[in-house]
């Protein structure tokens, strides 16, 4: 099982149930901010100030591995262009077609182990429900039916903070009263991936976000920088509502320059003005976009034989990067992000489309096993990884 921190309970000195492997050892009874110890009641979520002489953060945000060394295992972000369009549903299909490539580079000699890397899947937040139960479902699969994936080949699961209200983060965290500030959520997730990079250097980590590109995070009192959104203590009788919050993609834009995103796109009517928002969004702070991937829907009560209308909302994000793309040639502005996603060739490959899901009736799994579903994750996964090892040759030259 993978590991789970409730938020509001990783400040507490005695182990939580539900700490696993991480443990206590990330977090102590103290938070560090602006050189002020600051205790949290997890009942009460308040912050009480105590005296404490030049504290310091139990674990640095900033990456104590070699830089080198954390480059070389592929590391993805996955944002959605909006909530439920299928981030979690697109992640257990690439972590499948990640243990299914693992299976194909493995040695064919008995006496020698498979060289199998590792698949991690991390969910810093999560509100209702559990995306990592889907994972362990769905993703430790054999992937195709034409598959065989080694024993030991899976996809472990982890989630940082969880709260039980199904809403947004920040909204979960004021009605429980468990905030969790920006630099409480950054220096775990720094610290989860540090400690993938010290066992495992080959391989893939996919980190889903919560929501769309522009859905809130966690909120804290610790969240007063400037670019937090809060209410004003003076138009507000509930202290919770001046905790401050982040977008999801300003929340990650530490980890955003070194750390590519896929983009799961809407495939409903009305996406594609989502989509590109989404994906204008991201390359504006700077982020580097290496794939998007949308499920197809289809409208059922549009077509008098119920085979329903294709929106195709995949081809028409192609046709309007592509348009974008022969803009920036003939503009001379040869390093615009664009270009490094799609051209004529490549259309096809960078913007992948997947069939519309089954009825709830249905097993998902026959969805995931499915012929053209395997082939396109494949085909993702192949696309990732090459354009990963292009930046890691870059970086060596």
């Known amino acids: 099982m993978g590991t789970r921190i409730a938020a509001g309970s990783a400040v507490t000195t005695t182990m939580h149930p539900q700490w696993g492997r991480l443990g206590h050892s990330i977090f102590d009874a103290r938070l560090f901010w602006n050189k002020r110890v600051v205790s949290f009641s997890s009942s009460s979520g308040r912050p009480q100030p105590q005296k404490q002489p030049q504290p310091q953060p139990c674990v640095s945000t900033r990456s104590r591995l070699p830089r080198q060394r954390r480059r070389q295992r592929r590391t ?14 697109v992640t257990a ?36 429900g559990s995306d990592e139960a889907f994972l362990h479902r769905y993703a430790n699969r054999s992937g195709s039916r034409h598959t065989n994936t080694p024993a030991g080949v899976t996809t472990a699961c982890t989630t940082l ?13 004021r009605l429980e009263h468990k905030p969790l500030s ?17 066992t495992e250097t080959q391989g893939v980590t996919y980190i889903e976000t919560a929501g769309g590109v522009l859905s809130p995070a966690g909120a804290s009192p610790l969240n007063v920088r400037p670019h937090h959104a809060s209410s004003s203590s003076d138009h507000t009788d509930d202290d919770t509502f001046t905790w401050g919050w982040s977008t999801q993609a300003d929340l990650y834009q530490s980890l955003g320059l070194s750390v590519p995103f896929i ?6 009517l009305g996406g594609i003005s989502c989509t590109l928002s989404a994906l204008d969004s991201l390359q504006s702070r700077g982020y580097d ?3 998007i991937c949308l499920i197809e829907h289809n409208n059922s009560s549009s077509s008098s034989n119920g085979s329903g209308m294709d929106y195709q909302n995949t081809r028409a994000i192609r046709e309007y990067m592509m348009s974008q793309t022969r803009m920036q040639h003939a503009a001379g502005k040869n390093n615009h992000p ?8 490549t259309a096809e490959r960078d913007v992948v489309s997947l069939p519309p899901l089954p009825p709830p009736e249905q097993s998902l799994e026959d969805w995931f096993a499915s012929d053209i579903v395997t082939q396109r994750f494949h085909q993702l996964h192949m696309t990732l990884e ?9 970086n060596n030259n």
């Open 76 to 89: 993805n972000l996955v944002f959605g262009a909006n909530t439920d369009v299928g981030k979690t549903v």
């Open 93 to 128: 299909g690439l972590c499948r077609a990640a243990a299914a490539a693992s299976s194909s580079n493995s040695t064919d000699d008995d006496d020698v182990l498979p060289a199998v890397a590792r698949v991690e899947y991390i969910k810093p937040l999560q509100c209702g």
């Open 161 to 173: 903070f969880e709260w039980d209200t199904p809403a947004s983060p920040h909204v979960a965290s």
């Open 182 to 198: 920006d630099e409480e959520l950054l220096t775990l997730l720094h610290h989860q991936l540090d400690q993938i990079s010290e």
């Open 263 to 268: 983009l799961v796109g809407d495939g409903r």
């Open 289 to 291: 976009v290496h794939a």
């Open 338 to 345: 664009l270009l490094s996603l799609l051209d004529e060739d």
């Open 386 to 394: 090459e354009k990963w090892n292009k930046i890691q040759h870059s």
